[in-house]
């Protein structure tokens, strides 16, 4: 055969000619400590179940991990003091830019210790798969609407910006049970949520306990995330038909709020105090701006508006 008829290779490169070692995957180049790598497994371990009581938490677009590190240590902070639970340690911050090396590697040594089991812990923080929202789970005997309630009310009196607990939260709605976001799940939380705070229809053998009028007014304020099969209108009806006549509706200043949280395929609900709207729907953010409007003047207020990063959307 004719050499000329063989198929000719390309003139090699020697340094282009060698095999080029394909990634495994891995965390992009990333070097991360055992406690990062703890926390992460922590984190993505459980998710959101039916039983399951807690505080959804808004916050800045992009700064969730911070957020929740925020959240997770308040938490501990107001379970120590409204119920004496001992803290097992705070979520360590990865801000460590002010501090020195023998801090860091201390930190290190003590997040290397056994701690409790994430899922015997009293908080357990999560996050979600939505920018912006995170979750922390909540045991008995923490009430996530009286721990919501004394955070807030606590950052009212906040005037100085170095007393502050978060820099990244927003608004927190608590949540007293959790269940299915169908029509049978949604009456069944309201049923158990709802029957602590008013006279309900429907229940054999119960003589009504309130007259209309000593009943106290109330209002509903449901959210929806990641979610397209319940609609708005029918959740109010249907948790309102479940309510005795003796209790009004009133959207302007009710004496209870009934917060429903529906987010892809869970429902929570919980029943908080009306000063829920002069608590700012309990946006700590906005609170904490609030107080320092009352004790500064305009010039500052600007100032500290527009030094507050751009929050997500629902904050």
Same mark, same amino acid.
């Given at each position: 055969?004719?050499?000329?008829?063989?198929?000719?290779?390309?003139?090699?490169?020697?340094?282009?000619?060698?095999?080029?070692?394909?990634?495994?995957?891995?965390?992009?180049?990333?070097?991360?400590?055992?406690?990062?790598?703890?926390?992460?497994?922590?984190?993505?371990?459980?998710?959101?179940?039916?039983?399951?009581?807690?505080?959804?938490?808004?916050?800045?677009?992009?700064?969730?991990?911070?957020?929740?590190?925020?959240?997770?240590?308040?938490?501990? *902070?107001?379970?120590?003091?409204?119920?004496?639970?001992?803290?097992?340690?705070?979520?360590?911050?990865?801000?460590?830019?002010?501090?020195?090396?023998?801090?860091?590697? @201390?930190?290190?040594?003590?997040?290397?210790?056994?701690?409790?089991?994430?899922?015997?812990?009293?908080?357990?923080?999560?996050?979600?798969?939505?920018?912006?929202?995170?979750?922390?789970?909540?045991?008995?005997?923490?009430?996530?609407? +009286?721990?919501? @309630?004394?955070?807030?009310?606590?950052? +009212?009196?906040?005037?100085?910006?170095?007393?502050?607990?978060?820099?990244?939260?927003?608004?927190?709605?608590?949540?007293?049970?959790?269940?299915?976001?169908?029509?049978?799940?949604?009456?069944?939380?309201?049923?158990?949520?709802?029957?602590?705070?008013?006279?309900?229809?429907?229940? *054999?053998?119960?003589?009504?306990?309130?007259?209309?009028?000593?009943?106290?007014?109330?209002?509903?304020?449901?959210?929806?995330?990641?979610?397209?099969?319940?609609?708005?209108?029918?959740?109010?009806?249907?948790?309102?038909?479940?309510?005795?006549?003796?209790?009004?509706?009133?959207?302007?200043?009710?004496?209870?709020?009934?917060?429903?949280?529906?987010?892809?395929?869970?429902?929570?609900?919980?029943?908080?105090?009306?000063?829920?709207?002069?608590?700012?729907?309990?946006?700590?953010?906005?609170?904490?701006?609030?107080?320092?409007?009352?004790? +500064?003047?305009?010039? *500052?207020?600007?100032?500290?508006?527009?030094?507050?990063?751009?929050?997500?959307?629902?904050?």
């Amino acid at each position: 055969m004719d050499s000329s008829a063989k198929r000719k290779h390309p003139p090699t490169n020697k340094t282009n000619d060698r095999h080029i070692k394909k990634s495994r995957g891995g965390n992009a180049g990333r070097w991360q400590t055992p406690h990062h790598k703890a926390k992460l497994e922590s984190l993505g371990s459980k998710g959101l179940e039916v039983g399951d009581m807690g505080i959804w938490t808004t916050c800045v677009k992009g700064k969730e991990r911070q957020a929740l590190e925020e959240l997770e240590n308040i938490c501990k *902070e107001y379970g120590e003091k409204l119920y004496g639970i001992e803290r097992e340690g705070s979520a360590a911050s990865d801000d460590d830019g002010d501090d020195d090396i023998e801090s860091a590697i @201390q930190r290190e040594v003590e997040s290397m210790k056994p701690t409790v089991k994430s899922k015997d812990a009293t908080f357990q923080p999560m996050r979600m798969e939505l920018d912006c929202l995170l979750f922390i789970r909540t045991k008995p005997p923490v009430d996530p609407v +009286k721990l919501v @309630q004394q955070i807030c009310k606590d950052a +009212k009196g906040i005037t100085d910006k170095q007393q502050r607990r978060s820099r990244f939260i927003n608004r927190f709605t608590p949540v007293t049970l959790t269940a299915k976001a169908n029509e049978t799940g949604v009456e069944e939380v309201a049923r158990k949520v709802l029957g602590g705070h008013f006279q309900l229809v429907g229940d *054999e053998g119960e003589q009504p306990t309130t007259t209309e009028s000593d009943a106290c007014s109330y209002a509903i304020r449901p959210s929806f995330r990641a979610h397209n099969t319940l609609k708005r209108d029918d959740v109010i009806k249907k948790v309102a038909s479940l309510i005795a006549s003796c209790h009004k509706v009133n959207l302007t200043s009710p004496d209870k709020v009934i917060l429903i949280d529906i987010f892809q395929t869970f429902c929570g609900m919980s029943v908080v105090d009306g000063e829920w709207e002069a608590l700012k729907r309990y946006n700590l953010h906005e609170i904490y701006l609030s107080a320092l409007k009352a004790s +500064k003047d305009p010039k *500052e207020m600007s100032k500290e508006e527009t030094a507050q990063p751009v929050a997500g959307p629902e904050a």
